[in-house]
């Protein structure tokens, strides 16, 4: 079976930095993605990690250890329009991808 | 460029009702997966559809179905519909079948069952 596990919510202010942590222990292994999904929308793609290694794109930034089963997103110089739900999601196959229950990130002026 | 599209938006039945929900991949996108998701839950593999063949199917009851067209769209077909299956109904679509590919959601289609 897929284990995905993320905090449920995380609460910060304006123009700070957040990290999300997602743990994972899964059948398979291709790579990891992150995903936003504001209330209401579709998820919409951030990051995908392959290697270990950390990987940079603008004010987000996404890491992956996979000998540790563990990936992070830090969402630097938070903005209110950050306000969203932050999924994780393994892709362990060749045909889908295994969510965690999302983290719920408020941001707070 | 036009997105993956859903219809309809929102959809309220009734208990035992069937319902059929429509999916629009990006053009020249081969490969269409259906999820459900659950109010404050992340979404759950329903099929994936590749060249409109059923490739992959995740832990849902045979009152589930769904099919590919020529064209690649896709419907999702649910019989004998419970309160449970009450969810966000999201379509997601991919140029290949291959992991590592990104998937590219719809908007949803928000069902309701009463």
């Known amino acids: 079976g897929q284990n995905i596990d993320q905090p449920t919510e995380m609460t910060a202010t304006e123009g700070a930095i957040v990290q999300i942590n997602c743990t994972y222990q899964?059948?398979?292994?291709?790579?990891l993605f992150w995903y936003q999904q504001h209330a209401g929308e579709a998820p919409t793609f951030l990051s995908y990690n392959v290697l270990d290694g950390l990987e940079e794109k603008g004010r987000f930034s996404s890491f992956l250890s996979r000998s540790k089963g563990y990936s992070y997103l830090l969402l630097k110089e938070l903005q209110m329009k950050d306000s969203a739900s932050y999924l994780c999601?393994?892709?362990?196959?060749?045909?889908?991808?295994?969510f965690g229950a999302g983290t719920t990130v408020t941001v707070r002026a | 460029d036009a997105g993956v599209t859903q219809s309809p938006t929102h959809l309220i039945k009734t208990r035992g009702q069937h319902v059929t929900l429509r999916c629009s991949p990006i053009?020249?996108?081969?490969?269409v997966s259906w999820y459900q998701q659950v109010l404050g839950q992340g979404p759950q593999f329903i099929f994936q559809y590749y060249e409109k063949e059923e490739r992959g199917r995740g832990n849902f009851p045979d009152r589930f179905s769904a099919r590919q067209f020529p064209n690649y769209s896709s419907e999702l077909n649910v019989n004998a519909l419970l309160l449970g299956d009450s969810a966000l109904y999201l379509c997601?679509?991919?140029?290949?079948?291959?992991?590592?590919?990104?998937?590219?959601f719809g908007q949803g289609t928000r069902l309701t069952v009463v």
């Open positions: 899964t059948s398979g292994f291709n790579g």
């Open positions: 999601a393994v892709d362990s196959n060749d045909y889908k991808l295994s």
């Open positions: 053009s020249g996108h081969k490969s």
């Open positions: 997601a679509s991919s140029p290949t079948r291959g992991g590592g590919t990104e998937a590219f």
